[in-house]
């Protein structure tokens, strides 16, 4: 069955970074777009980035453009998002995603990996 297996959070300065690792198995990783989704306490699940398939096409909330890259590499089934110049607003819960559309819509999530900006 599908698996995502977030990884890298942490605790980090304002200024820092981190590099968060999403790991799936039980699909072909290749075939989807994936993207990152973040919850930070009190708040709704908001989505940070997106990225296609094969990489080729991303996009970004604006609260994170230029400070975030969303990645993915196809031969290790894994995606990952650089988080530079991180700032205590963007503590939270960091999700992956997939979301596979066929006769029906099936919604997959891993179990998130806290990332927390203090100083």
Do not use: H
Not at 25 to 31: I, L, P
């Amino acid at each position: 069955q599908v698996q995502l297996v977030e990884s890298g959070g942490g605790l980090v300065q304002p200024g820092g970074s981190l590099r968060l690792s999403c790991v799936a198995s039980g699909f072909t990783f290749s075939r989807w777009p994936m993207n990152w989704y973040r919850q930070a306490p009190g708040k709704e699940r908001e989505l940070v980035a997106t990225i296609t398939s094969t990489g080729g096409d991303t996009n970004y909330a604006s609260a994170v453009k230029g400070r975030f890259t969303i990645s993915r590499d196809n031969a290790k089934s894994t995606m990952y998002l650089q988080m530079n110049s991180l700032k205590p607003e963007d503590t939270a819960v960091y999700y992956c995603k997939l979301t596979i559309l066929g006769l029906k819509r099936y919604d997959y999530w891993g179990q998130g990996t806290q990332v927390t900006v203090s100083s």
